[in-house]
């Protein structure tokens, strides 16, 4: 049922992932780099609801998502973009996966700190992909919703109703403060993919409109000078050319010889529009 092909996307996402953490530890274990310089990647990445909210350092919505904890971490994460991100990004298509998981993890990552700054917890770091995973999780519900997934490793449930049931759980644990854990997040990003699986079409329908109308006057506008161009070369240049036919270039005055200077420099330009078949579709 599920794509033989591996995605191009899932693939970088996972490689991004794991060589910045591998990069962070090596650099780490082996003294490769000053102490502040790798803390500074994770000061300057991690997600702050403090800082985003409070000091608009909006790209941590998005830089948090490439940050993990630890070993164990990365694993489970990673895990989990391999197998409900291939068979969504195959069926989704790569662009609309990658958007489908920025954006999840985005809206985990805004809204979640919005919470927790709120609930005095403004300067919390938070790290993973977990809240982008989670909107993938619930695309991958709605392509595949009778595939089992097995919640805790061992009870085999419905994947549109495991997904209903891992929000509860982020919910709930969410609001007993989470031991740790930022359930939250996992929560708002189910709510991310929502939301994208809700407007995609609509937004990715508005903007091929777009497309379209600038792609059709582009079109006109070259008719247009196609169709200048051709009443030039009938009324001015194709007289000249009969009388160098018969008399000669020696016989063209000075206007005529720049006339057909002018229609040179025309012939060379680049159009690819076709005007006959253009008129023919007209007809």
Same mark, same amino acid.
């Given at each position: =049922? ?7 996307v ?8 794991v060589g910045i953490?591998a990069?962070?530890?090596?650099a ?7 102490d502040?310089?790798?803390s500074?990647?994770d ?7 403090a800082l985003v ?7 941590r919505?998005?830089t ?5 904890a630890?070993?164990l971490h990365l694993f489970f994460? =990673?895990?989990?973009?391999?197998v ?5 990004a195959m069926?989704?298509g790569e662009?609309?996966?990658?958007g489908?998981?920025?954006f ?8 979640s700190?919005?919470?927790?700054l709120?609930g005095g917890? /403004?300067? =919390?770091?938070?790290v993973g992909?977990?809240?982008a995973?989670?909107?993938v999780?619930l ?11 097995y919640l805790?490793l061992v009870?085999p ?5 495991a ?9 709930l644990?969410?609001?007993?403060g989470g031991g /740790?854990?930022?359930h939250l @997040? ?6 991310g993919g929502?939301?994208?699986? *809700?407007?995609?079409?609509p937004?990715?329908?508005f903007?091929d409109?777009?497309r379209?109308?600038?792609? @059709? ?11 200048a161009?051709e009443?030039?070369f009938d009324?001015?240049v194709?007289p000249?050319l009969? *009388?160098?036919s018969?008399?000669?270039m020696?016989?063209l ?9 002018r229609a040179s420099g ?7 529009v076709?005007?006959r078949?253009?008129r023919?579709?007209?007809?």
């Amino acid at each position: =049922m599920f794509p033989n092909r591996s995605s191009t996307v899932v693939r970088n996402l996972l490689i991004a992932c794991v060589g910045i953490f591998a990069f962070q530890a090596i650099a780490g274990s082996l003294h490769l780099l000053p102490d502040q310089v790798l803390s500074a990647i994770d000061s300057w990445g991690v997600l702050d609801p403090a800082l985003v909210w409070g000091h608009g350092q909006a790209w941590r919505v998005f830089t948090y998502m490439f940050l993990h904890a630890n070993l164990l971490h990365l694993f489970f994460n =990673m895990w989990s973009l391999w197998v409900f991100g291939q068979p969504v990004a195959m069926q989704m298509g790569e662009r609309r996966f990658l958007g489908l998981y920025l954006f999840s993890g985005a809206v985990a990552g805004l809204f979640s700190g919005l919470f927790y700054l709120l609930g005095g917890s /403004g300067h =919390m770091a938070v790290v993973g992909a977990s809240g982008a995973l989670y909107g993938v999780m619930l695309a991958f519900a709605r392509l595949y919703p009778d595939v089992p997934i097995y919640l805790f490793l061992v009870v085999p449930v419905p994947a549109r109703i495991a997904v209903w049931i891992l929000g509860a759980i982020a919910l709930l644990s969410g609001l007993d403060g989470g031991g /740790g854990v930022a359930h939250l @997040t996992h929560l708002f990003g189910i709510l991310g993919g929502w939301m994208w699986l *809700k407007f995609d079409d609509p937004v990715v329908g508005f903007l091929d409109g777009i497309r379209r109308w600038r792609e @059709t006057r582009s079109t006109r506008k070259a008719v247009d000078e196609l169709v200048a161009g051709e009443e030039f070369f009938d009324s001015r240049v194709d007289p000249i050319l009969r *009388k160098i036919s018969k008399h000669g270039m020696g016989s063209l005055t000075r206007q005529e010889r720049s006339i057909l200077e002018r229609a040179s420099g025309m012939r060379k330009k680049d159009n690819t529009v076709d005007l006959r078949a253009w008129r023919r579709d007209r007809e």
